[in-house]
């Protein structure tokens, strides 16, 4: 029962972490580009 119970939530613990990177490398992403427009748009004005 315990040990089952154990591993599920690593197997969880396991696939929030992978999930997560995927979540942050996205965010810097959207972030760089979000960087990049902003210094467009001010270099223009």
């Known amino acids: 029962g315990n040990e089952a119970n154990k ?15 995927a979540q942050a490398e996205q965010f810097n992403v959207a972030a760089s580009e979000l960087s990049a427009a902003a210094a467009s748009a001010t270099s223009v004005e």
Do not use: C, I, L, N
């Open 7 to 21: 591993g599920g939530s690593q197997d969880t613990v396991w696939t929030d972490a992978e999930d997560f990177k």
